[in-house]
């Protein structure tokens, strides 16, 4: 009998395309109705399950009968509850690495966009405001030789360092749950308690993944500590920080400026964000490339075919419990 797959988010066409010659495919279609509702009623006798950016939990995985592989099109996880997943002996797979470099470029669009002001001054020169030699309110702030300071240096983490170091001959600070002496003579990486860190940071990114001991980690404290001048970049997840003390901070000048990919409500509407000048926001496109996503969805794609014909998936989350950013 054919085994039943439900594509529960956007996945690359021609992926779909595999997916529909091998199994029968549902696809989930928000269009057509309550996307949990559509989960619950497809689940109970569906065999996988590929996509992203949904919760999956107890609410609507309880009727699963037979369900073996849910393969996420992301590195991140915290959308799944999986001790809910190995409670029902179901895998968890996630697309690690082939993002890396691209959610790092991502951070340092953001750090360099936020630096020097180009969203507010690009509107600025468009609205025809542009009459006179610019002065200290178009002012940025320098970047190459400066202190860039990483919380979290996983993957994604390090391959910023990489670029702070050898591009832009930045002094790299780093807080992790583990030093990584490994770096420290390729890249002079130089780890920091969390609070030295931000005490020295001239640009601080966030590049944890959110979990019990990461949530609300940046506080109102956090920012206190930080230099008028520092600049702050998430990449990680929303939940990480404490979005209305970045807010207040933002807005009192305690920091110079935010470059954000990431917020505690995703998609970001309504706002207090949107009324400032001193924060770029983007939304959640570190990984939003053609060639990543397409990557991504094949990996995807793999470890999901992997779990169906009875091969163990290449990069599974619950049955290793390591996090592979
Ligand atoms: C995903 C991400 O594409 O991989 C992750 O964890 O955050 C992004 O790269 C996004 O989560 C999909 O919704």
């Given at each position: 009998m054919q085994k039943k797959v439900i594509v529960f988010s956007q996945i690359d066409a021609e992926v779909l395309q595999k997916l529909q010659a091998q199994y029968q495919v549902v696809v989930i279609n928000p269009k057509i109705g309550d996307v949990n509702e559509q989960i619950q009623r497809e689940v109970v006798d569906a065999d996988g399950m590929i996509g992203a950016g949904r919760l999956l939990n107890e609410k609507n995985l309880a009727t699963v009968q037979k369900l073996k592989i849910i393969s996420s099109v992301s590195v991140?996880?915290?959308?799944?509850?999986?001790?809910?997943?190995?409670?029902?002996?179901?895998?968890?797979?996630?697309?690690?690495?082939?993002?890396?470099?691209?959610?790092?470029?991502?951070?340092?669009?953001?750090?360099?966009?936020?630096?020097?002001?180009?969203?507010?001054?690009?509107?600025?020169?468009?609205?025809?405001?542009?009459?006179?030699?610019?002065?200290?309110?178009?002012?940025?702030?320098?970047?190459?030789?400066?202190?860039?300071?990483?919380?979290?240096?996983?993957?994604?983490?390090?391959?910023?360092?990489?670029?702070?170091?050898?591009?832009?001959?930045?002094?790299?600070?780093?807080?992790?749950?583990?030093?990584?002496?490994?770096?420290?003579?390729?890249?002079?990486?130089?780890?920091?308690?969390?609070?030295?860190?931000?005490?020295?940071?001239?640009?601080?990114?966030?590049?944890?993944?959110?979990?019990?001991?990461?949530?609300?980690?940046?506080?109102?404290?956090?920012?206190?500590?930080?230099?008028?001048?520092?600049?702050?970049?998430?990449i990680s997840r929303g939940s990480v920080v404490d979005e209305q003390a970045l807010i207040e901070a933002l807005q009192q000048r305690k920091i110079f400026a935010a470059g954000l990919d990431v917020y505690q409500r995703e998609p970001l509407q309504d706002s207090a964000l949107f009324s400032l000048d001193n924060v770029v926001t983007l939304p959640h496109v570190g990984s939003a490339t053609a060639e990543t996503r397409q990557k991504m969805s094949n990996l995807a794609y793999q470890n999901l075919v992997d779990a169906l014909e009875d091969r163990v998936p290449r990069y599974l989350v619950n049955e290793k419990f390591s996090v592979v950013y």
């Open positions: 991140g996880y915290d959308n799944y509850d999986v001790a809910y997943l190995n409670q029902k002996n179901i895998w968890l797979a996630n697309t690690p690495h082939v993002l890396t470099e691209t959610t790092a470029d991502l951070a340092f669009t953001l750090l360099m966009s936020a630096a020097r002001k180009v969203p507010s001054l690009d509107q600025w020169t468009k609205q025809g405001e542009w009459k006179r030699t610019v002065g200290t309110a178009e002012f940025g702030q320098d970047i190459f030789g400066k202190t860039l300071g990483i919380i979290g240096l996983g993957h994604i983490g390090e391959a910023i360092a990489r670029r702070g170091f050898h591009g832009f001959n930045m002094n790299i600070l780093y807080h992790n749950r583990r030093e990584k002496l490994e770096l420290a003579q390729p890249l002079n990486a130089q780890y920091r308690s969390l609070k030295d860190l931000l005490q020295q940071s001239d640009f601080v990114i966030v590049a944890v993944d959110l979990n019990a001991a990461s949530k609300a980690l940046i506080n109102a404290e956090a920012f206190n500590l930080m230099q008028k001048h520092a600049v702050f970049v998430n």
